[in-house]
Nanobody, 123 residues
Framework: VQLQASGGGLVQIGGSLKLSCAASGSIFVANRMGWYRQAPGKQREVVATITSGGTLNYADSVKGRFTISRDNAKNTVFLQMTSLKPDDTAVYYC??????????????????WGQGTQVTVSS
């Protein structure tokens, strides 16, 4: 399974960006997809996750500003980011927890990561 992320860039304080991440490859079910971020000198942290059933989870720091959504038919997850702050500057990674279809059954979960996309919020 491969994850391809896109949509990062440079934006001013208060601006908006939308990240996208498409999962492809072997036959699978993406049980949960999400976004994590890692700022320089800091540990990777969860930003938001969404299950195949639509259950959402957000970090406190982004509640009310970021919205995660997904297109199950296309195995794609989105992160709409608004009211961006300098503290949001980080490399953003998409993540998928999947079950793989092998030998007439699903196995897993297996966790996959995208390549990361840089988001920079300038003052």
């Amino acid at each position: 399974v491969q994850l391809q992320a896109s949509g990062g860039g440079l934006v001013q304080i208060g601006g908006s960006l939308k990240l996208s991440c498409a999962a492809s490859g072997s036959i699978f079910v993406a049980n949960r997809m999400g976004w994590y971020r890692q700022a320089p000198g800091k540990q990777r942290e969860v930003v938001a996750t969404i299950t195949s059933g639509g259950t959402l989870n957000y970090a406190d720091s982004v509640k009310g500003r970021f919205t995660i959504s997904r297109d199950n038919a296309k195995n794609t997850v989105f992160l709409q980011m608004t009211s961006l702050k300098p503290d949001d500057t980080a490399v953003y990674y998409c993540n998928a927890e999947v079950s793989l279809y092998q030998r007439s059954a699903y196995y897993g979960p297996y966790v996959y990561w995208g390549q990361g996309t840089q988001v920079t919020v300038s003052s």
